[in-house]
């Protein structure tokens, strides 16, 4: 199943396999309090989101609004081709990441 979510500004993208668990409130709380930059807080809510759903690969990207992209803020499970191929995408892209960041609605696919 794929999974594309938007809220605010941060678009996140999940392969998933198969939901195994809520996500840990208690868990997440915590990391986001350690979290030191935007980077570091997307990488703890990717990594929390990632691991209740059981996800292969997932990424946060930031919508960059100046020039209508969304750019990587951080992703897991992608070869370093892919994370390049994709840092920046354009807002009008049709895909569905690009997709559910234009409406702030999620889209999931089963697969």
């Known amino acids: 199943m794929l999974c594309f979510g938007h809220t605010g500004q941060i678009a ?9 668990g809520r996500l840990s409130g208690e868990a997440l709380t915590a990391a986001l309090l350690k979290a030191a930059d935007l ?10 989101a ?4 059981a996800a292969q690969a997932c990424a946060v ?3 960059n609004t100046s020039d209508a992209t969304l750019d990587r803020l951080y992703s897991s499970g992608l070869t370093p081709a892919t994370q390049e ?3 920046r995408m354009a807002l009008t ?9 234009r409406t702030g609605s999620p ?5």
């Open 93 to 101: 892209a049709t895909n569905p990441v690009a997709a559910a960041a």
């Open 12 to 20: 996140v993208s999940c392969n998933l396999l198969g939901y195994v």
């Open 107 to 111: 889209l999931f696919f089963s697969s």
């Open 61 to 63: 990207r930031l919508l």
């Open 50 to 53: 990632c691991e209740a759903f």
């Open 39 to 48: 980077e570091a807080i997307a990488a703890a809510a990717a990594t929390h």
């Open 85 to 87: 191929r994709f840092r």
